[in-house]
C-alpha cells in the first residue's frame, strides 16, 4: 500500500509538470526605466530637422575647379521644425537685418542642391526665392542624459542633407 501511495505521488508530480509551461512569462515592466536604460534605447536617436525661408543670397557651386561642393545658401528663416527650433542651431547671422539670417554652406556640410522651377541657364535663384533645408540631427532622450542637461545639449550638430530652391517668378 506504501508502494501505491508514492506512485499516486509521482503520477501527480509529473502531470503538474507537464501542466506548466517550458517558459515562464517575464515579469511586466522588466527592462524599463532607469536600470534598462543604458542599453540600447539610450542610443541618440536620428530627428529630422527641416528648416524653411526665402533667399536671401546663393553662391553656386563652382565643380570645374575643385572635386567639393562649394555652394552656400544665406535664408531669411520663415518656419522651422521643432527639432530645429529646440536644437539651438538656429542663431542670427545678421543682428541688423530684420529675421533671423541663416547661412548653409556645403563646405561644412555635404548636401545636395535641387532646383525646381527654373527655365534653362538663363534663369537663376534671386532673393525672394522659398528655400527648404532639410537634415537629420542627433537627439538624446531626457532619461539618458546627465542630469541638469539643457535640451540644447541634448541634440548634436545637424547633418544637412538637401537644400531645395523653387522659383517665384
Request: glycine fraction near 10%; charged fraction near 30%.
Amino acid at each position: 500500500m506504501n508502494r501505491g501511495l508514492k506512485l499516486l505521488g509521482l503520477v501527480v508530480a509529473l502531470s503538474a509538470l507537464a501542466a506548466v509551461p517550458a517558459t515562464a512569462p517575464a515579469k511586466q515592466g522588466q527592462g524599463k526605466g532607469k536600470a534598462g536604460a543604458q542599453g540600447q534605447s539610450c542610443k541618440p536617436k536620428k530627428k529630422a530637422f527641416v528648416v524653411k525661408g526665402t533667399l536671401v543670397s546663393f553662391t553656386a557651386d563652382d565643380s570645374a575647379t575643385t572635386d567639393t561642393n562649394e555652394a552656400s545658401v544665406t535664408l531669411t528663416l520663415t518656419r522651422a521644425n521643432r527639432h530645429a527650433r529646440r536644437s539651438g542651431e538656429l542663431v542670427d547671422n545678421d543682428g541688423a537685418t530684420e529675421g533671423t539670417q541663416l547661412t548653409f554652406a556645403a563646405s561644412s556640410d555635404e548636401f545636395k542642391l535641387k532646383l525646381s522651377g527654373y527655365d534653362g541657364d538663363s534663369d537663376t535663384p534671386s532673393p525672394g526665392d522659398k528655400v527648404r533645408v532639410k537634415g537629420k540631427i542627433a537627439y538624446t532622450k531626457k532619461r539618458c542624459a546627465p542630469d541638469g542637461t539643457s535640451v540644447e545639449d541634448r541634440y548634436g550638430e545637424p547633418n544637412i542633407k538637401r537644400v531645395k530652391l523653387i522659383d517665384q517668378d
